[in-house]
């Protein structure tokens, strides 16, 4: 019952949440129908296709993904006609004809007398269900990861239309507020036909942009961080309580799942603070392991909860591995590694797998990942990317009693100190994502010369919001741009709290200016500069530039070298 109810609260919690967007023309569309009629039978359409679609995908093959994605074009289809519908009505004569038919012939098959609108709104509903792509919160992702884990089943089908009716629900508060909205304009002012016009285009639009991908590639990285807070509390309750077995005599068991064996860790190049470690020094302990690399990030956020569980639990019989997978070239050098190791205090040992051995056994694909592992070798637990915290401490605290054969005593959530580029990133201020300056993989560029192997003048140019140029003679190479000469700088328009930005120094250190707006930031000065924007690249690694000291307002970056050699690589945010 807790986890239904857990489900059924992060689906209400979508109301707040910018991936409710897509479907919100949809239901406001129904909103000036009777409520029993239209919007009801709307959103049961809604909750039940939704439900049904997410338990195929949880538990199917590549069939099922193949023929929802074949449901999810005709359901586009559908609502396109819906929303032509409400554009002219013209063409809502000629169109609703036959769907009217459908609808009548249903109705008579069924047997039960049921009109054709209620069969039509139902039908409305299943496409919007179909074409749906909610925030995949920390709930929803344990709903999912344990249906596809477990197989079908009633418990997942259960869950998941839990999840679904939270969120219809919550639609349906959103309908009656525009139901009556829309009712007193057309009173007061006399709009209704234009308000079904408007109501037709905004459908088009919120198709175009879902046909796009835009709904899942935008709007889930700008998920409230007060939604996700408010999830991360209830998916700690759900998976303290999933996981606690039923009182019994014996030894304590967790009911976690077994997810696979962990590979052995001997294709690394090289280790650092000991190791590898052995078969004795890992007897009885559970086993954390940490894939990561220095420069990334997301991955530099999540050290410090690492640092904090190694300290707390070591004793208890916990064993910290980090795994050190490169992305940049500069990140396979052992001196490199080691300086980061020592900058990010980690005591704990580290394999380089600089030859990716250890990441393919773990078919792995992600920055960071987190495996947590039970005392005989098989993985119970994951995590990818940032966050998961509450959840992966709860893991570590129910496999440690699995250890010593009882139920793990109640205790407080651990709170790590973080600080630079180590803090929590402003999820709710954050529009700007990660931006590559090689060749492989840039986008956005625009000084009106173009980017292009090989070296070239480039002449700066006023970047759009995540956009950038460059001014000077720069080397572009397909990981990184090499300045030439001194003088050349790189602009970019971003917003965020954090700017964070990966470079080398040349032969010697490398000397640079930043400045926000044309000024120098002062307060919103980052951690590697000074108030007046003065900074020196002495190693190769991300220096974060700017701290935002208030409200994270657009603003436009530009770094100027006073010395020749630098390496960029990258931009991110936080």
Known sequence: MTLLVAAYLAGALTIVSPCILPVLPFVLARAGRPFLAGTLPFLAGLAA????????????????VRVSETGRLAALGLLGLFAVTLLSRHAAARLSAPLVRLGETVARIAGRGAPAGLVSSLCLGAATGLVWTPCAGPILGLVLTAAALNGPGSETVLLLAAYAAGAASSLALAAGIGGSLAAALRRRLGLGEQIRRIAGAVMLAAL?????????????????????????????????????????????????????????????????????????????????????????????RTLPYIRAWEARYREQGLAVIGVHAPEFAFERDIDTVARAVRRFAIRYPVALDNDFRIWRALRNTYWPALYIVDT???????????????????????????????????????????????????????????????????????????????????????????????????????????????????????????????????????????????????????????????????????????????????????????????????????
Request: with cysteine.
């Open 208 to 300: 175009a942009g879902i046909a796009l991908g835009l709904d899942a590639e935008v709007l889930a990285p700008l998920a409230t961080a007060r939604t996700i807070a408010a999830e991360e509390t209830i998916a700690a309750t759900l998976r303290l309580d999933a996981t606690r077995a039923e009182p019994a005599t014996g030894p304590y068991r967790s009911r976690l799942p077994v997810e696979g064996r962990l590979p052995n860790l001997d294709g690394a190049v090289h280790w650092l603070n000991g190791g590898p470690p052995s078969a004795e020094q890992l007897r009885g302990k559970v086993r954390l392991v940490h894939v990561w690399t220095s420069s990334c990030i997301n991955c530099i």
């Open 49 to 64: 296709a939704f439900a049904g679609a997410a338990t195929l995908a949880a538990v199917g093959g590549g069939w099922i």
């Open 376 to 574: 005989d070798g098989r993985i119970r637990h994951h995590q990818f990317g940032e966050g998961g915290y509450l959840q992966a401490e709860a893991v570590i605290r129910d496999l440690l009693a699995e250890a010593a054969g009882r139920p793990a005593a109640d205790g407080a959530v651990t709170t790590p100190l973080a600080d630079g580029a180590e803090t929590a990133p402003d999820l709710a201020q954050l529009r700007s994502a990660e931006t590559y300056l090689g060749l492989d993989r840039a986008e956005n560029f625009v000084s009106p010369e173009g980017l292009a192997g090989g070296t070239r003048t480039y002449s700066p140019a006023m970047p759009r919001l995540n956009a950038w140029s460059l001014s000077g003679a720069w080397e572009i190479g397909p990981e990184h741009a090499r300045l030439g000469r001194a003088g050349g700088g790189i602009v970019y328009r971003f917003r965020a709290r954090d700017l964070h930005l990966v470079l080398g120094p040349g032969a010697g250190p490398v000397r640079f200016r930043v400045t926000l707006d044309g000024r120098p930031p002062g307060a919103d000065h980052g951690a590697d500069i000074a108030p007046d924007g003065e900074g020196v690249a002495t190693e190769t690694r991300l220096y974060q530039l700017v701290r935002q000291s208030g409200v994270a307002a657009e603003r436009t970056f530009e770094i100027r070298f006073q010395d020749p050699g630098v390496r960029a690589y990258a931009f991110t945010f936080g």
